[in-house]
């Protein structure tokens, strides 16, 4: 395909990955955003967001002279053929996505797009988005297009560049087939489809995924209540075609920038077409408990009381790969214990800076100075690696409460300390499945 001058609105996770991946792909890219001095950075190279391969990418897509960065959409989109939405569409109100951001954008640039150029949605819509936009154009020469995002975090660019398939939606099914062409030098299945279909897709998916991990949080509990180890149970369903290995982690709840606002998003959707999306809902509120499982369990470790215990905490991000804390349960977690009056001391190898109501230090040790009980909530590697002895000598108490079945028990308990982790015997003989 001939290489297409596209602009991408909005610069944060999703907008700076599609468009540093864009322009590597061969594609004129212009990066917009409203924040300056952010602007100031990323023309200069500097990538504020934890992202393997990222940083590099937008370095040598300035240097190719295929990526630049400026404020202003306006004047930007006058000569695009194609430009990406990717600003934030949070939780709203009552738990609907807030479509204001997106529906700013449409208003500032909807007169000067070119006629033909392709208005792109890669923020995550409610069905029927689409449409709405069309409508507020009021243009029939700027076909709109659903082409939703499925990056995780930690491994966004791989993700771009090796995806499972491209999603692409439109009532224009030419527009669509154009803008599934911009991906043409991937190797993925292509699947194209109307507006609603596709801004389904990318809801149906993450809230599958939810369910997923509700459901494997719900077994792990089951696993400690009927002393079976979740690791072999998981392990024995993995092999199973059918269920696959991925997403059957437990651990203390899922979270992040997307499972959360989706989840909600999804349940008002079904509530305005009159349906009643219980396993959603179920799901939701098991991922609520589970938090609430394991402030139990560390209550229970340092003798039944939060008040004055002092809890040393592994991990703050959402997730190992990332600094980012937006509905991390980690951080959930941690916060009610300090509602709950214990003093909390926090390492995360990804977070610096103040956070209300604990200490965040720059040293893993540090967590373990005094404390009554140590507990991971962030599945980094190098919790992995730590020196137990070491840690043990500096904690007051003996508890480890791995929530995410991350450590060595084995170690943990020949330095002297007790493990007790999710879903799994205190004594975690490990027994290889054949």
């Not at 937008?58 to 990717?86: E, H, P």
């Not at 190797?187 to 489809?193: L, T």
């Not at 209540?225 to 651990?251: C, H, N, Q, S, W």
């Amino acid at each position: 395909m001939t290489p297409a001058r596209i602009v991408v609105v909005g610069t944060g996770y999703v907008g700076l990955t599609t468009g540093a991946c864009l322009a590597g792909l061969g594609h004129s890219v212009t990066c917009v955003d409203v924040d300056r001095a952010k602007v100031s950075r990323l023309a200069a190279g500097r990538v504020d967001i934890l992202e393997p391969g990222l940083a590099d990418l937008v370095t040598r897509g300035i240097a190719a002279g295929r990526l630049q960065f400026v404020v202003g959409a306006r004047d930007a989109v006058r000569d695009a053929q194609a430009v990406f939405l990717c600003v934030p569409t949070p939780m709203g109100a009552g738990g609907s996505a807030d479509l204001r951001a997106v529906e700013a954008v449409a208003a500032e640039i909807g007169d000067v797009l070119p006629a033909g150029c392709a208005l792109v949605t890669k923020s995550t819509v409610p069905v029927g988005t689409s449409k709405r936009i069309q409508a507020m154009l009021g243009r029939t020469d700027v076909p709109v297009v659903s082409n939703p995002e499925f990056l995780r975090e930690g491994t966004a660019v791989a993700d771009f560049l090796g995806p499972d398939r491209i999603v692409v939606g439109s009532d224009d099914f030419a527009a669509a087939h154009w803008v599934g062409e911009l991906y043409s030098e991937l190797d993925a299945p292509v699947v194209v489809a109307d507006a609603a279909s596709a801004e389904l897709v990318k809801y149906a998916a993450n809230c599958y995924l939810a369910l997923k991990l509700s459901y494997v949080n719900s077994i792990a509990e089951l696993c400690e209540r009927l002393g079976a180890d979740i690791d072999l149970v998981t392990e024995g369903m993995g092999y199973d075609r059918r269920i696959g290995r991925t997403f059957l982690k437990p651990g203390p709840g899922w979270g992040g920038s997307c499972l959360p606002k989706d989840t909600s998003a999804l349940v008002k959707v079904a509530e305005s077409v009159n349906y009643d999306f219980k396993m959603l809902t179920s799901a939701i509120d098991e991922n609520i408990a589970q938090r609430d499982r394991i402030v139990a369990k560390i209550a229970g470790a340092v003798g039944g009381t939060l008040a004055g215990a002092r809890i040393g905490v592994l991990g703050l991000a959402f997730k190992a790969g990332t600094n980012d804390l937006r509905d991390s349960p980690a951080l959930a977690v941690a916060s009610v214990l300090c509602a709950l009056g214990a003093d909390l001391v926090a390492y995360d190898p990804a977070v610096d800076g103040e956070i209300a109501g604990m200490t965040v230090v720059d040293d893993a040790y540090q967590v373990a100075k005094d404390a009554d009980a140590v507990v991971v909530l962030t599945e980094w590697a190098e919790f992995k690696h730590l020196d137990w002895a070491a840690m043990a000598e500096l904690m007051e108490g003996i508890d480890v409460v791995d929530t995410r079945n991350l450590l060595d028990p084995r170690a943990i308990v020949d330095a002297g300390l007790s493990w007790q982790g999710v879903g799994r015997p205190r004594a975690a003989a490990r027994i290889k499945v054949s």
